[in-house]
């Protein structure tokens, strides 16, 4: 599980994505986010999902890369999914199991969320893996810089942010090592409940928060060693142009946006599709007039 985060690595290869300004990705990455909250069908979605499968294609990412990375979040998918299925009111009853109720509102709304935080993931991946630490933190720094006006610290919040996403995958193979020491030993990761499962975890979070107040200690010395002082004065070895690839880039983007702007308003959503199949008199349930009782 360790090995399948992607957020934060970066995938070094020559490409067309890999070659855009980091600015620029950043700008687009947040419209993609952006867009994916505005989908309202599964139109939107396929569109999306065409959109982030390209890009990767075009980057020379493998697309099952991607998907490990959403794999990794199995957990949080499932929870989110069932939250907002079991704990959102809705008119459109479908299933009524004691305290829990289904509703065709919670599941379209469950559906919403869950693909959204799997294209906020996919997203958010492309844009690391195609972005190298060191470009990603000069795109936030020059992305805010105009807020140095107020004093902000600028550079220093594009430093944290970039040490705090290259530090991830990091310790995360930290963990899986320090895991495979422990399982060596005779430690248990996998058997029993959760509850058990989630205790089996607390040795491996000592060892963990050890070693990485140990690197960011090696780090810290490393930096004043090197004399560095923040921002001020300092020269840049690449500095960052928007090309025409730039603009290319941020014209398809706005064409997705467009595209999905465009299927919100002409293509319905579940919860219209439904009850525009259903008999006006049975609207209030998908089954039976007062839903399908266990």
């Given at each position: 599980m360790m090995k399948n985060i992607t957020l934060g690595q970066y995938y070094p290869v020559d490409s067309w994505v890999h070659r855009l300004d980091p600015r620029m990705k950043i700008v687009l990455t947040i419209a993609l986010i952006v867009g994916v909250f505005m989908v309202s069908s599964f139109v939107g979605y396929a569109l999306v999902l065409a959109f982030v499968y390209l890009a990767?294609?075009?980057?020379?990412?493998?697309?099952?890369?991607?998907?490990?990375?959403?794999?990794?979040?199995?957990?949080?998918l499932i929870l989110t999914f069932l939250l907002n299925l079991f704990f959102n009111a809705g008119t459109t009853m479908l299933l009524e199991w004691g305290?829990?109720?289904?509703?065709?509102?919670?599941?379209?709304?469950?559906?919403?969320?869950?693909?959204?935080?799997?294209?906020l993931v996919m997203g958010t991946s492309l844009m690391?893996?195609?972005?190298?630490?060191?470009?990603?933190?000069?795109?936030?720094?020059?992305?805010?810089?105009?807020?140095?006006?107020?004093?902000?610290?600028?550079?220093?919040?594009?430093?944290?942010?970039?040490?705090?996403?290259?530090?991830?995958?990091?310790?995360?193979?930290?963990?899986?090592k320090i895991m495979k020491a422990q399982m060596a030993r005779g430690a248990d990761f996998e058997s029993g409940n959760i509850i058990a499962r989630a205790k089996a975890m607390v040795p491996l979070l000592v060892p963990l928060f050890v070693s990485a107040f140990r690197r960011a200690g090696d780090l810290a010395m490393?930096?004043?060693?090197?004399?560095?002082?923040?921002?001020?004065?300092?020269?840049?070895?690449?500095?960052?142009?928007?090309?025409?690839?730039?603009?290319?880039?941020?014209?398809?983007?706005?064409?997705?946006?467009?595209?999905?702007?465009?299927?919100?308003?002409?293509?319905?959503?579940?919860?219209?599709?439904?009850?525009?199949?259903?008999?006006?008199?049975?609207?209030?349930?998908?089954?039976?007039?007062?839903?399908?009782?266990?």
């Open positions: 990767a294609r075009m980057a020379k990412i493998p697309f099952r890369m991607l998907v490990r990375g959403v794999k990794a979040l199995r957990f949080i305290i829990l109720k289904i509703s065709l509102e919670g599941l379209d709304q469950a559906i919403h969320y869950s693909l959204r935080l799997v294209f690391t893996l195609t972005t190298s630490p060191i470009a990603l933190s000069d795109g936030i720094e020059r992305l805010l810089s105009p807020l140095k006006v107020i004093r902000f610290p600028a550079h220093e919040l594009a430093m944290m942010m970039s040490i705090a996403l290259r530090f991830i995958p990091t310790l995360m193979e930290e963990a899986d490393a930096m004043e060693s090197r004399c560095y002082h923040g921002g001020e004065n300092r020269t840049r070895l690449r500095v960052l142009k928007i090309t025409r690839n730039d603009w290319i880039a941020a014209g398809v983007t706005a064409a997705l946006i467009a595209l999905i702007v465009l299927e919100g308003r002409f293509v319905p959503d579940l919860v219209t599709l439904v009850q525009g199949w259903l008999p006006a008199e049975q609207t209030a349930s998908l089954f039976f007039t007062k839903g399908l009782k266990l």
